[in-house]
């Protein structure tokens, strides 16, 4: 059995910067959820360009599950672009000491029942919706399925980033 580690550095102790949203590889985090929570696809957000990676969870999502997951998908990103993650308290990340390797300046999490506090996810969460609906089983999705997904929303110009997309902003970020 895993030992549980409690999330210890609440999202009020992120350095200022990542508030600021100036900078690449700040990411939010969270599960969306299927059918009475049998299934789940996790996403990953980066708060200045909205970025989106679908983390496909097909075997399960516990915490040794999502970690491994989540590490296959960081592994992916260059260095400069896995600065900090933010997630709520849910047990899924139970193991997020895990993590931590791979974000510089860290993992932080929202205070309980508090889903505002990661606003970018929350909000791109809704637009992954249409997609992957609720009470329906997310593991027949594929990962080819998720990455036409993100395709869709990567290349969907944002009124928050000045009609450019999230792949525009995410790429010219990676360039400087």
Same mark, same amino acid.
């Given at each position: ?66 970690? +491994?997951? =989540? ?5 992916? %990103?260059?260095? &400069?672009? @896995?600065?900090? /993650?933010? *997630? ?55 990962? +080819?399925? =998720? ?5 869709? %929303?990567?290349? &969907?110009? @944002?009124?928050? /980033?000045? *009609? ?13």
């Amino acid at each position: 059995m895993p030992r549980f580690v409690a999330p210890t550095v609440l999202i009020d102790r992120r350095p200022p910067a990542i508030e600021l949203r100036e900078r690449l590889g700040d990411w939010e985090g969270d599960l969306v959820v299927g059918a009475r929570s049998q299934s789940a696809v996790a996403t990953l957000v980066d708060r200045r360009t909205r970025y989106l990676c679908l983390v496909p969870l097909r075997e399960g999502h516990s915490a040794g599950q999502l970690r +491994d997951a =989540l590490i296959a998908t960081l592994s992916m %990103l260059p260095e &400069r672009a @896995r600065r900090s /993650l933010t *997630w709520d308290q849910g047990s899924e990340m139970a193991r997020h000491h895990e993590l931590a390797p791979y974000f510089t300046d860290g993992t932080f999490f929202a205070r309980p029942r508090s889903p505002w506090e990661r606003g970018t996810n929350e909000n791109t969460n809704g637009l992954i919706r249409p997609y992957l609906p609720k009470r329906t089983n997310l593991s027949l999705h594929t990962a +080819d399925d =998720l990455r036409v997904i993100e395709h869709r %929303l990567n290349n &969907r110009p @944002r009124k928050t /980033l000045s *009609w450019q997309t999230p792949a525009q902003t995410f790429a010219a970020a990676l360039a400087l």
